[in-house]
């Protein structure tokens, strides 16, 4: 029995190694067009879906020294130059017919998806730290129990009603305090922000509460005040906790979509402003995806693999760097 529950344990937890390799070859290989065409200029080009000119060898201009100018020959130039108005449609007609390819490029949706993520960490953040230590030390039992299933409940609220409570209800608002326009790149971080707000609280104070009475105790016996114990005895012991609280909420502001998509504006454009519409890299899998084909579609694999390395680089950044550095 105890060797079948240690192949099952470790069965389970390749698994977990078996999926992850299989999602990034699957996002590679749909990717591979993408990738052989635009290489690594795709992360650092703006452009999506645009059409440009192909560039096409010009017929090297004759040595003057191969050919030698003769009288008729410029009087032939001369009638050759009288064109009627079949041979100007002629002409139009092959400046029309101009080589182009279609060209795609994931800088914008990779600098919304970034600056939504910091907007919305930047803001739920402090708000979650705040409720978490009022919760854990500061308000009465019955107060925190209440309070504590409200936030519970905010975390389980469907992503697509805080869209369209943001889009109806938070961006005019937002709209009238900083100007701009109600979908931007500020709107969506913001309501993320909201959105992720009820993980981070949660899991911070269960983080809070696990800190033994006797070292608070101790910190009030040689007279220190509650914003001391907080700050020197019940951070520090529950750095750990805090910072897999703020991980957790990073992966769910990376990858979010519905709500973001009623918010962000959707335009593949950089924004020049915080209150400017853009798009982020979920939203543009979204709108995009059920009538992509060929390149577009692997340009949107594309995309989908940046995210997928964006979110692994830094999830394991902070759980390798700052969670060791907090132990």
Known sequence: ?????????????????????????????????????????FIVNPDWNKEVVIDTPTTPALKSSDTTVTKDDVIADEDDMILDEDDEDMMLDDEDDVDTKTVYGGLVPIVGTLLTTIIALAFAMPIAMGIAVFLAEIAPKNISYIVGIAIELLAAIPSIIFGMWGLYYFAPIVADLVGGYQVSLLTAGLVLGVMILPFMAAITRDSMNTTPA???????????????????????YSKVGIIGSIILALGRALGETMAVAFLIGSIFVL???????????????????????GLGESALFYLALILFIISFAVISLAKFYFLKKAK
């Open 1 to 41: 029995m105890e060797k079948i529950f240690q192949k099952l344990s470790l069965a389970s937890a390749t698994l977990v190694f078996v999926l992850l390799i299989g999602i990034f070859l699957t996002l590679y290989t749909a990717a591979k067009p993408a990738i052989d065409e635009f290489g690594l200029h």
């Open 214 to 236: 006797v070292l608070k105790e101790s910190a009030y016996a040689l007279g220190a005040t509650k914003f001391e114990v907080i700050k020197d005895i019940i951070f520090p």
């Open 271 to 293: 924004p020049k402003a915080i209150n400017d519409p853009t798009i982020s890299i979920p939203v543009a899998m979204a709108n995009n995806f059920g009538e992509a084909s």
